[in-house]
Protein backbone atom coordinates (compact mmCIF):
# COMPACT_ATOMS: atom_id res chain seq x y z
CA UNK A 1 0.00 0.00 0.00
CA UNK A 2 2.17 3.10 -0.74
CA UNK A 3 2.16 6.14 1.28
CA UNK A 4 1.96 9.91 0.28
CA UNK A 5 3.99 10.45 -2.33
CA UNK A 6 5.74 14.14 -3.57
CA UNK A 7 7.96 15.23 -6.64
CA UNK A 8 10.15 16.38 -6.79
CA UNK A 9 12.47 16.07 -3.58
CA UNK A 10 14.56 19.22 -4.07
CA UNK A 11 13.95 22.55 -6.13
CA UNK A 12 15.98 25.68 -7.08
CA UNK A 13 14.26 28.40 -8.33
CA UNK A 14 15.49 31.98 -8.46
CA UNK A 15 13.32 35.21 -7.49
CA UNK A 16 10.22 35.89 -9.24
CA UNK A 17 9.98 32.60 -11.01
CA UNK A 18 7.35 30.17 -10.50
CA UNK A 19 6.92 26.37 -9.19
CA UNK A 20 4.55 23.33 -9.29
CA UNK A 21 4.58 21.04 -6.86
CA UNK A 22 3.05 17.34 -6.79
CA UNK A 23 1.69 15.24 -4.30
CA UNK A 24 -0.27 11.87 -4.62
CA UNK A 25 -2.11 11.05 -1.32
CA UNK A 26 -2.53 7.08 -0.07
CA UNK A 27 -4.48 4.56 -1.28
CA UNK A 28 -8.24 5.58 -0.33
CA UNK A 29 -7.71 9.01 0.69
CA UNK A 30 -9.37 12.09 -1.32
CA UNK A 31 -8.40 15.06 0.84
CA UNK A 32 -5.07 16.92 0.32
CA UNK A 33 -3.52 19.17 2.74
CA UNK A 34 -0.34 21.29 2.06
CA UNK A 35 2.03 22.73 4.62
CA UNK A 36 4.86 25.17 4.43
CA UNK A 37 7.43 24.04 7.26
CA UNK A 38 10.51 26.79 7.54
CA UNK A 39 13.59 25.63 8.59
CA UNK A 40 13.24 24.68 12.90
CA UNK A 41 9.56 25.48 12.83
CA UNK A 42 6.41 23.74 13.11
CA UNK A 43 4.47 23.51 9.95
CA UNK A 44 1.99 26.01 8.85
CA UNK A 45 -1.40 25.21 7.13
CA UNK A 46 -1.37 26.51 3.25
CA UNK A 47 -4.69 24.79 2.16
CA UNK A 48 -6.71 21.60 1.69
CA UNK A 49 -8.64 20.64 -0.97
CA UNK A 50 -11.56 17.68 -1.29
CA UNK A 51 -13.62 16.74 -4.11
CA UNK A 52 -11.31 19.05 -6.38
CA UNK A 53 -12.58 22.47 -4.51
CA UNK A 54 -10.38 24.02 -2.12
CA UNK A 55 -11.88 23.98 1.01
CA UNK A 56 -10.30 25.59 3.71
CA UNK A 57 -7.12 27.92 3.61
CA UNK A 58 -4.51 28.96 5.86
CA UNK A 59 -3.26 33.08 6.02
CA UNK A 60 -1.31 32.61 3.25
CA UNK A 61 -1.15 35.23 0.30
CA UNK A 62 -3.29 34.72 -3.58
CA UNK A 63 0.84 33.31 -4.74
CA UNK A 64 -0.15 30.63 -3.54
CA UNK A 65 -2.66 28.30 -5.28
CA UNK A 66 -3.39 25.06 -6.06
CA UNK A 67 -5.71 22.13 -7.86
CA UNK A 68 -6.95 18.52 -6.91
CA UNK A 69 -7.30 16.06 -9.72
CA UNK A 70 -10.34 13.80 -10.54
CA UNK A 71 -7.99 10.58 -9.28
CA UNK A 72 -6.93 12.90 -5.75
CA UNK A 73 -3.87 14.10 -6.55
CA UNK A 74 -3.11 17.55 -6.05
CA UNK A 75 -1.10 20.36 -7.16
CA UNK A 76 0.34 23.96 -5.48
CA UNK A 77 1.59 26.78 -7.56
CA UNK A 78 3.66 29.13 -6.07
CA UNK A 79 4.01 32.46 -8.47
CA UNK A 80 6.39 35.18 -7.89
CA UNK A 81 8.66 33.66 -5.44
CA UNK A 82 10.76 35.39 -2.83
CA UNK A 83 13.10 34.69 -0.71
CA UNK A 84 10.96 33.84 2.44
CA UNK A 85 9.33 31.03 0.39
CA UNK A 86 12.32 28.76 0.87
CA UNK A 87 11.06 25.95 2.77
CA UNK A 88 9.75 22.37 2.81
CA UNK A 89 6.96 21.82 1.70
CA UNK A 90 4.51 18.73 2.97
CA UNK A 91 1.61 17.50 1.28
CA UNK A 92 -0.89 15.38 3.84
CA UNK A 93 -3.83 12.93 2.87
CA UNK A 94 -6.45 12.02 4.70
CA UNK A 95 -9.99 10.62 4.28
CA UNK A 96 -13.13 12.47 3.73
CA UNK A 97 -15.14 10.08 5.68
CA UNK A 98 -17.03 11.44 8.64
CA UNK A 99 -14.57 10.53 11.98
CA UNK A 100 -11.35 10.36 9.73
CA UNK A 101 -8.64 13.09 11.07
CA UNK A 102 -5.82 11.64 10.99
CA UNK A 103 -3.53 13.12 7.79
CA UNK A 104 -0.48 11.81 6.81
CA UNK A 105 2.01 13.12 5.57
CA UNK A 106 4.42 12.74 2.08
CA UNK A 107 8.22 13.00 2.22
CA UNK A 108 8.38 16.65 1.20
CA UNK A 109 9.74 19.31 -1.68
CA UNK A 110 12.47 21.18 -0.67
CA UNK A 111 12.01 24.26 -2.14
CA UNK A 112 15.36 26.91 -2.11
CA UNK A 113 14.85 30.40 -3.72
CA UNK A 114 17.87 31.90 -4.51
CA UNK B 1 -7.36 31.48 17.48
CA UNK B 2 -6.48 28.23 18.16
CA UNK B 3 -2.22 27.77 19.44
CA UNK B 4 0.00 25.48 20.41
CA UNK B 5 2.51 25.57 22.76
CA UNK B 6 5.83 23.52 23.26
CA UNK B 7 7.90 24.75 25.75
CA UNK B 8 11.07 22.49 25.86
CA UNK B 9 13.12 23.32 22.32
CA UNK B 10 15.60 20.81 23.07
CA UNK B 11 15.97 17.63 25.30
CA UNK B 12 18.41 14.87 25.50
CA UNK B 13 17.89 11.27 27.13
CA UNK B 14 19.87 8.03 27.84
CA UNK B 15 19.32 4.87 26.01
CA UNK B 16 16.45 3.26 28.01
CA UNK B 17 15.13 5.99 30.27
CA UNK B 18 11.71 7.83 29.82
CA UNK B 19 11.18 11.34 28.87
CA UNK B 20 7.90 13.40 28.89
CA UNK B 21 7.94 16.19 26.43
CA UNK B 22 5.57 18.82 27.40
CA UNK B 23 2.15 20.94 24.93
CA UNK B 24 -0.16 23.24 26.24
CA UNK B 25 -2.88 24.39 23.77
CA UNK B 26 -5.43 27.35 23.77
CA UNK B 27 -9.13 26.92 22.53
CA UNK B 28 -12.33 27.38 23.84
CA UNK B 29 -13.64 23.97 21.78
CA UNK B 30 -14.99 21.13 23.68
CA UNK B 31 -14.77 18.76 21.03
CA UNK B 32 -11.31 18.52 18.90
CA UNK B 33 -8.37 16.45 18.28
CA UNK B 34 -4.82 16.20 19.40
CA UNK B 35 -1.98 14.42 17.88
CA UNK B 36 1.69 13.95 18.74
CA UNK B 37 3.70 13.39 15.12
CA UNK B 38 7.46 12.69 14.91
CA UNK B 39 10.07 14.09 12.14
CA UNK B 40 13.16 12.59 12.25
CA UNK B 41 15.98 13.50 10.74
CA UNK B 42 15.02 12.29 7.14
CA UNK B 43 12.39 14.12 7.42
CA UNK B 44 9.39 12.03 6.62
CA UNK B 45 6.41 13.12 9.31
CA UNK B 46 5.17 10.01 11.03
CA UNK B 47 1.95 10.18 13.85
CA UNK B 48 2.89 8.91 16.95
CA UNK B 49 -0.47 9.25 18.64
CA UNK B 50 -3.41 10.73 18.92
CA UNK B 51 -6.02 11.54 21.30
CA UNK B 52 -9.90 12.49 21.19
CA UNK B 53 -10.72 15.05 23.40
CA UNK B 54 -13.84 13.60 24.41
CA UNK B 55 -12.48 10.96 25.54
CA UNK B 56 -10.96 10.79 29.03
CA UNK B 57 -8.74 7.48 28.61
CA UNK B 58 -5.42 8.61 27.78
CA UNK B 59 -3.93 6.96 24.69
CA UNK B 60 -1.11 4.80 24.51
CA UNK B 61 0.76 3.12 21.89
CA UNK B 62 3.66 0.61 22.80
CA UNK B 63 5.60 2.95 24.55
CA UNK B 64 4.16 6.03 23.79
CA UNK B 65 1.98 7.21 25.73
CA UNK B 66 -0.01 11.14 26.54
CA UNK B 67 -0.88 12.73 29.47
CA UNK B 68 -3.89 14.67 29.01
CA UNK B 69 -4.91 16.88 31.46
CA UNK B 70 -8.32 18.78 29.29
CA UNK B 71 -9.16 21.14 31.80
CA UNK B 72 -5.57 22.85 31.71
CA UNK B 73 -5.21 22.48 28.34
CA UNK B 74 -1.93 19.95 28.63
CA UNK B 75 -1.60 17.29 26.18
CA UNK B 76 2.15 15.58 27.19
CA UNK B 77 4.19 12.85 25.60
CA UNK B 78 5.65 10.30 27.51
CA UNK B 79 8.29 7.93 25.51
CA UNK B 80 9.30 4.91 27.67
CA UNK B 81 12.62 2.76 27.27
CA UNK B 82 14.05 5.26 24.96
CA UNK B 83 15.89 4.39 21.32
CA UNK B 84 18.20 5.64 19.59
CA UNK B 85 15.78 5.43 16.86
CA UNK B 86 13.45 7.84 19.25
CA UNK B 87 16.19 10.59 18.01
CA UNK B 88 13.99 13.41 15.87
CA UNK B 89 12.17 16.48 16.32
CA UNK B 90 8.68 16.33 17.90
CA UNK B 91 5.62 18.42 17.01
CA UNK B 92 2.47 18.74 19.28
CA UNK B 93 -0.52 19.46 16.91
CA UNK B 94 -4.33 20.39 17.19
CA UNK B 95 -7.44 20.03 14.98
CA UNK B 96 -10.57 21.76 15.70
CA UNK B 97 -12.53 18.85 13.91
CA UNK B 98 -12.25 16.19 11.71
CA UNK B 99 -11.00 17.05 8.10
CA UNK B 100 -9.86 20.68 9.10
CA UNK B 101 -6.27 21.99 9.52
CA UNK B 102 -3.89 20.89 11.77
CA UNK B 103 -2.01 23.60 14.14
CA UNK B 104 1.01 22.88 14.82
CA UNK B 105 3.80 23.54 17.72
CA UNK B 106 7.45 24.53 17.29
CA UNK B 107 8.73 21.38 18.46
CA UNK B 108 10.88 20.11 20.37
CA UNK B 109 14.30 18.29 19.49
CA UNK B 110 14.92 14.96 21.42
CA UNK B 111 17.90 13.38 21.39
CA UNK B 112 18.53 9.66 22.38
CA UNK B 113 21.86 8.85 23.42
CA UNK B 114 23.65 5.08 24.09
Known amino acids: DAGVTQSPTHLIKTRGQQVTLRCSPK?????VSWYQQALGQGPQFIFQ???????QRGNFPDRFSGHQFPNYSSELNVNALLLGDSALYLC?????????????FGPGTRLTVL | AQTVTQSQPEMSVQEAETVTLSCTYDTSESNYYLFWYKQPPSRQMILVIR??????QNATENRFSVNFQKAAKSFSLKISDSQLGDTAMYFCAFMKQAGTALIFGKGTTLSVSS
Open chain 1, 49 to 55: YYEEEER
Open chain 2, 51 to 56: QEAYKQ
Open chain 1, 27 to 31: SGHDT
Open chain 1, 92 to 104: ASSSGLADEETQY
